[in-house]
Nanobody, 123 residues
């Protein structure tokens, strides 16, 4: 069993920044790929970013490239999503998830999910 707990969401103005954190427990965190997803109201959940088990091979959806950075700390069992230059269209519930393998790509198998944290960007 794996538990993922997100934090760091909130309300921010356009152009602002937030850093999301996802603390993991219950399985060897360092052997799993980790991803961030988001779900906006009325839309399907979409992949935002992923990082492999050693912190490399970061992948991003096109809309966040150059603005968001995913990273992980395998000592603290935590994955982060630094979000800069936020836009109203980034408003969503953000979820972290861990993969069954070491890679975190959009279509990887994610077998555990956090409860989500709300990010709201005002215009």
């Amino acid at each position: 069993q794996v538990q993922l707990v997100e934090s760091g969401g909130g309300l921010v103005q356009t152009g602002g920044s937030l850093r999301l954190s996802c603390a993991a427990s219950g399985r060897t965190f360092s052997s799993s790929g980790m991803g961030w997803f988001r779900e906006a109201l009325g839309k399907e959940r979409e992949f935002v970013a992923g990082v492999n088990w050693r912190g490399g091979a970061a992948l991003y959806t096109d809309s966040v490239k150059g603005r968001f950075t995913i990273s992980r700390d395998n000592v603290k069992n935590t994955v982060y999503l630094q979000m800069n230059s936020l836009k109203p269209e980034d408003t969503a519930v953000y979820y972290c998830a861990c993969t069954a393998g070491i890679v975190a790509a959009p279509h990887s198998k994610y077998d555990y999910w956090g409860q989500g944290t709300q990010v709201t960007v005002s215009s």
